[in-house]
Every structure is written in C-alpha cells, then in structure tokens.
C-alpha cells in the first residue's frame, strides 16, 4: 500500500446506479440506448424477487455476483490464473452459504456468521473506506485487493438474499439508493458548482449530495405516513435516520469505486451493458448499502433458504 497527497475534500456521491441517474449529457439515441438497456435487466431483476424462490434467488444472484468479481479481478490488475481463482472463491462461498442456509443443522451458524459479515462489513464502509479515501491509498498487494473485493460483494450477495425474505422491504431500500442516485445526478448538473473530491470524480458536487438528501428525506416521509399511519414521532425519526445513513453509506460506495477504477486508470468496471460499463458501475452503491439495510432489518426477515 502506498500513500498518495491526501484528498482533503471527500463526500460520498456517485455515479447513479439505477436506469434514469445513468443517463449522460448526451442526448438522443445514446440516452434512448441507456434507458433501453436498463430497462430489461431491471425489469427481469422485480419479477425474480418477487417471484422465485429463495434457493432459486440466491443462485440468480450469484451469477452477477461472479460477473461483478470478474471485474474487480480486472481492476485489481490480476492476471489470468489469479482472476479465475478469485471468482472460483466468489462463487465457492456464495455456494458454500447456500448449502448452509438450506440445512437445517447448519443454518442458524450461517445466519450469525452472516450477521457478522454484515457488522464487518459496516466497519469497513464507515470507517475504513472514508479513511482509505481521505488519505488517498493506493493498493498494489494482489492478496489485500482479493480480501478487500470479496468483502465488496460477498457480504452485498448475502444481504440481497436476506433482504429478498420481504420482497417489498427490499423494494424500498432499493428505491432509496435509486432515489439518492438519480437526485444527485440530475441536481449536481442543474446546481452543481461546488467539487467534493476532484481527484476521484471530478463531476460529483455538494449541491448533488444536498439533492439526494432532500429527495431521499421526502420518498421516506411520504412513505412513512402512507405505509405506517398509526406510527408515533420517535418511528418515524428513526426511520428518517436509517434511509439518511442508507443513502450516505450508498454514496460512500459510489465514491470508493470510482477511486478504484481511477486508480486502475478505468473509466468502467467493465463493458457488459452498453451505455452504463460493467455490472459493479451499476452495484456500486448498493455495495455499500444492502449488508447495512440488512443489518437493520434483520428483525423483520426469515433465514434465508426458510421459504
């Protein structure tokens, strides 16, 4: 590991991860593209929430999961053999928990230790990332890169699959990290003036970061009164501070990619969906985000594998 002049102007806002905050400034057939090529995959990914089963979801799920590691493996510089090797240890544990949540004997040790992954998780998002960002690392060691890309997206292929025991809930935290993302794309380009960290992303703004409280803050409210009428002050101020932590965790995850892929000398994670980069421009946030909400929401879910 290396240091790097500090960046002393660091705030957690990304590129938006969801089919409307992706859009370019371009206009026309390349935002008609995106829109297109967003459309299909979002659309496939709410009918199988919805409507698989659990093992059958956590199986869907692992696929983007060894897509996505392939894409790190890649900006992680790694060479063939140790690319192939990082995936197979992706997927050998995404497996390894599958097998764990549908045995009886073995599922309540899987669900603690899924619980841990999320609290490590949570540590490292919250604390490490931010300092990891403020001081401007620079990782080289092959072997630091895989322990950190599979605390990326293990713990974030874990929480999807806890999270999709209450599919509507799982709806919602989505639809909090979409909101955020495409409030900070679109008023950062109407507002923006004001730069957060130049050296990761030149086009993220504090005006965007304010957008995608406000929209965040009133998509929670709002929601809040339709959904929960009868909850007294203090639910709903909990509320508002769990989407408020969600949205800057989502961020945070944003904004560490992109120091990634800056250090990596990649404008994309990867080229698979054309007009949007690889799978990990699209999961970025979510990254960060989902083994949080998890973590949270925990109370309110079945073992993954139960249903």
């Given at each position: 590991m290396s240091l790097r002049r500090p960046i002393h102007c660091v705030s957690p806002v990304g590129t938006p991860a969801n089919p409307i905050a992706a859009l370019p400034a371009a206009a026309g057939s390349s935002l008609k593209q995106r829109v297109l090529t967003a459309s299909v995959p979002l659309s496939l990914l709410l009918a199988c929430l919805f409507l698989l089963?659990?093992?059958?979801?956590?199986?869907?799920?692992?696929?983007?999961?060894?897509?996505?590691?392939?894409?790190?493996?890649?900006?992680?510089?790694?060479?063939?053999?140790?690319?192939?090797?990082?995936?197979?240890?992706?997927?050998?544990?995404?497996?390894?928990?599958?097998?764990?949540?549908?045995?009886?004997?073995?599922?309540?040790?899987?669900?603690?230790?899924?619980?841990?992954?999320?609290?490590?998780?949570?540590?490292?998002?919250?604390?490490?990332?931010?300092?990891?960002?403020?001081?401007?690392?620079?990782?080289?060691?092959?072997?630091?890169?895989?322990?950190?890309?599979?605390?990326?997206?293990?713990?974030?292929?874990?929480?999807?699959?806890?999270?999709?025991?209450?599919?509507?809930?799982?709806?919602?935290?989505?639809?909090?990290?979409?909101?955020?993302?495409?409030?900070?794309?679109?008023?950062?380009?109407?507002?923006?003036?004001?730069?957060?960290?130049?050296?990761?992303?030149?086009?993220?703004?504090?005006?965007?970061?304010?957008?995608?409280?406000?929209?965040?803050?009133?998509?929670?409210?709002?929601?809040s009164f339709v959904l929960q009428p009868s909850a007294n002050f203090c639910d709903r101020l909990v509320t508002l501070i769990f989407v408020a932590a969600l949205t800057v965790l989502s961020m945070t995850g944003d904004l560490y990619e992109s120091w990634i892929k800056r250090g990596a000398g990649a404008k994309d994670s990867g080229s698979l969906l054309p007009g949007h980069g690889g799978l990990l421009d699209r999961i970025d946030s979510l990254t960060a985000a989902l083994p949080f909400a998890a973590l949270y929401l925990a109370r309110f879910l079945p073992v993954p594998g139960s249903a």
């Open positions: 089963p659990s093992a059958g979801w956590q199986l869907l799920t692992s696929l983007p999961i060894a897509l996505a590691a392939g894409e790190w493996a890649r900006l992680a510089g790694f060479g063939k053999p140790k690319r192939i090797a990082f995936v197979g240890v992706l997927i050998a544990s995404c497996l390894g928990f599958i097998a764990a949540f549908s045995s009886e004997r073995y599922s309540a040790g899987a669900l603690a230790f899924s619980s841990l992954l999320y609290v490590a998780a949570l540590m490292f998002w919250a604390i490490a990332v931010p300092l990891w960002l403020y001081r401007g690392w620079r990782v080289t060691q092959p072997l630091l890169m895989g322990v950190v890309g599979w605390m990326v997206l293990v713990p974030t292929w874990l929480a999807a699959a806890h999270l999709q025991g209450s599919p509507w809930l799982m709806l919602a935290v989505l639809l909090v990290v979409w909101i955020a993302d495409t409030a900070a794309y679109f008023s950062g380009r109407r507002f923006g003036r004001r730069k957060l960290a130049p050296q990761i992303s030149p086009g993220k703004t504090w005006e965007g970061v304010i957008g995608a409280f406000v929209a965040v803050l009133i998509y929670a409210s709002v929601a």
